[in-house]
Each structure stands twice: as C-alpha cells, then as structure tokens.
C-alpha cells in the first residue's frame, strides 16, 4: 500500500523548518479520520450514520491500520457497533504519534530528540524525503486549484482536510473561501461508490459533531 491518508495529513501539518505539527489539535481529528477511513475502504470496518462496525480483522500488512483494527475490537468489548464520535475522540489524542511512528519506518521522515533549557524533552520530525509531500501537494493542487477530476484517495483526502478545516495547511497563502468552496464541491461530488461517498459524509458529521463539542467544552 501506497503512504496512507493518515500519513499524508501528518505530511501537510508538519511545519519545514522546525519540524513540529502545525494546528495539533485539529490534525489530530483528520488523522483518526483518515486512518478509520482507510479501514472503511480496506473493508476492516464500516461508518453507517453514527455508527462504526467492525467487519473483517483480517490485516492488511499495514502496522498503522492494523494495530487500530486490534484496538478497535477491543474498544467494542463484543458489541455489534457503537458510536463512530466516541471512537474518534478515544483516538484523537494518540493518532499523530502513530501517524509519525509510521511515517519515521517508512523513511520519510526522521525522529529527532533534544532538550528544551536542558531539561524538557522535545520531538521534532524532519522530512528525509521532500519528494513525497512535493507530489501529495502537486496532486491537491491539481484538484482544488486547477479543476481536475480527483481520483477516489485524492477525494477522501480532500473531504478530510476539509472536515477538519485545514484549508491553510494544505494551501498556504491561497485565499481560504476559495479553497474551502471548491474542497467542499469535491467532498460531495461523484467521484466515488455510493457507500464509500455515504462513509465520508458520515464520518465528516462525527468530525464535526466531536470538534464542535470539544471546542464547546
């Protein structure tokens, strides 16, 4: 399998220079997104209204995917299904350091640790390899600014980014309407079987529906 939606999102957030995730809190939703979603395309689980299901434990041969099959499982304590917010939210907190785990065994980034005035411990992510975010974001701009057909990962990225409301993060110094106006006609758009467009449309409800609350709280 090709860098997941996860990792991509993680590529987007992570600042050039110092290495660090720019808007976390916001990040960390579109990552628990992205990797639940590609569990739904995979066909490990299913998104149906508020709810997620598990169907199939079977592993993909991806650690990140995998390992959140296991904890989804266990996180449904042998109920049929529950509520696909309180899945995101138990999920939010930990899904950039997975995404960046990841992403440090594919070599795309690498791991760096020092001390802030010699006594707090502080991560910082690099990039090793520039090549994979410079087509990621070729590929957005291709969609969001120029009008090309999206491909069905390319629209599932998109309707992600906007769910979360990282417009600036993908298109930094484009203007924000813009972008959000065309993301939002590819999130809703025929790019996609109607399950999978119906999955992305609830997921980004429970986005919501969890962003909102926590900003409320």
């Given at each position: 399998m090709a860098i997941t939606l996860a990792e991509e999102i993680m590529l987007l957030s992570l600042d050039d220079?110092?290495?660090?995730?720019?808007?976390?809190?916001?990040?960390?939703?579109?990552?628990?997104?992205?990797?639940?979603?590609?569990?739904?395309?995979?066909?490990?689980?299913s998104v149906t209204g508020r709810f997620l299901e598990l169907k199939d434990t079977t592993p993909t041969g991806e650690r990140l995917l995998d390992s959140r099959t296991a904890l989804i499982e266990t996180w449904l304590r042998g109920r049929g299904k529950r509520r696909v917010t309180?899945?995101?939210?138990?999920?939010?907190?930990?899904?950039?350091?997975?995404?960046?785990?990841?992403?440090?065994?594919?070599?795309?980034?690498?791991?760096e640790r020092r001390k802030a005035l010699g006594v707090f411990p502080v991560r910082r992510y690099p990039e090793a390899d520039g090549a994979i975010e410079g087509e990621l974001r070729a590929r957005l701009r291709a969609v969001v600014l120029d009008g090309a057909e999206p491909d069905a990962r390319t629209a599932s990225l998109i309707a992600l980014i906007h769910s979360a409301k990282l417009h600036r993060l993908a298109?930094?110094?484009?203007?924000?309407?813009?972008?959000?106006?065309?993301?939002?006609?590819?999130?809703?758009?025929?790019?996609?079987?109607?399950?999978v467009r119906n999955a992305i449309r609830d997921m980004q409800l429970a986005m919501i529906a969890v962003t909102v609350a926590v900003v409320g709280s």
């Open positions: 220079e110092s290495g660090s995730a720019k808007q976390r809190e916001a990040a960390g939703w579109a990552v628990a997104g992205g990797i639940l979603l590609e569990l739904v395309l995979a066909g490990r689980v309180d899945w995101l939210t138990k999920d939010q907190p930990k899904a950039i350091a997975a995404a960046l785990e990841s992403l440090c065994e594919r070599g795309v980034v690498t791991e298109f930094p110094g484009t203007d924000r309407k813009q972008v959000a106006a065309r993301m939002a006609e590819v999130a809703t758009g025929q790019w996609a079987a109607e399950s």
